[in-house]
T-cell receptor
């Protein structure tokens, strides 16, 4: 069974550009989470979905960040416009309720 | 104050040593507790769940003290391959389904 699949694995972009990160959760999982990890702040929950519906986006840092889940097998996290302080590893994770959460390998974002 | 607090370390120990990590959580509504392991430049992976009665998985023992809001992880007979960051994780018992991660404790096991 394939795990959580994220793309791109690495992205380097210039300040002001739009960044789109993609995630395919594990089939049958009804929760999807987007986390951001930095050395300074650790692993922070940005937003999570239940059955494709956003439940809590209180962790989204500001209006430049948006996330969508148009169907059960796909989600995007978009940053527009990107800033150097957005440089981080962005993890997508999925879970079947009551079971273990599984993380993707992460998208390593550098904004210069 | 962070909802889940851990000593960042690093803990630098020789092979074969016993090492213990501690974690405190501030939200009394926390329901479920876990230890995750994260290797350098990798994603976090579940190491073990933590049960009220304490539980053991091979060389790893986890303890929970709800009254003190305290979780621990004990690693016996440390191996070089145990070198990683150990993340304390709690899930709340409220309307949210959030997993809250501590910042992690880094362990270095030397030959």
């Amino acid at each position: 069974d394939a795990g959580v699949i994220q793309s791109p694995r690495h992205e380097v972009t210039e300040m002001g550009q739009e960044v789109t990160l993609r995630c395919k959760p594990i089939s049958g999982h009804d929760y999807l989470f987007w986390y951001r990890q930095t050395m300074m702040r650790g692993l922070e929950l940005l937003i999570y979905f239940n059955n494709n519906v956003p439940i809590d986006d209180s962790g989204m840092p500001e209006d430049r960040f948006s996330a969508k889940m148009p169907n059960a097998s796909f989600s995007t996290l978009k940053i527009q416009p990107s800033e150097p302080r957005d440089s981080a590893v962005y993890f997508c994770a999925s879970e079947r309720v009551g079971n273990t959460i599984y993380f993707g390998e992460g998208s390593w974002l550098t904004v210069v | 104050r962070k909802e889940v607090e851990q000593d960042p370390g690093p803990f630098n120990v020789p092979e074969g040593a016993t090492v213990a990590f501690n974690c405190t959580y501030s939200n009394s509504a926390s329901q479920s507790f876990f230890w995750y392991r994260q290797d350098c430049r990798k994603e976090p992976k579940l190491l073990m769940s933590v049960y009220s009665s304490g539980n053991e998985d091979g060389r790893f023992t986890a303890q929970l003290n709800r009254a003190s809001q305290y979780i621990s992880l004990l690693i016996r007979d440390s191996k070089l391959s145990d070198s990683a960051t150990y993340l304390c994780v709690v899930r709340r018992m409220d309307s949210s389904y959030k997993l809250i991660f501590g910042s992690g404790t880094r362990l270095l096991v030397r030959p």
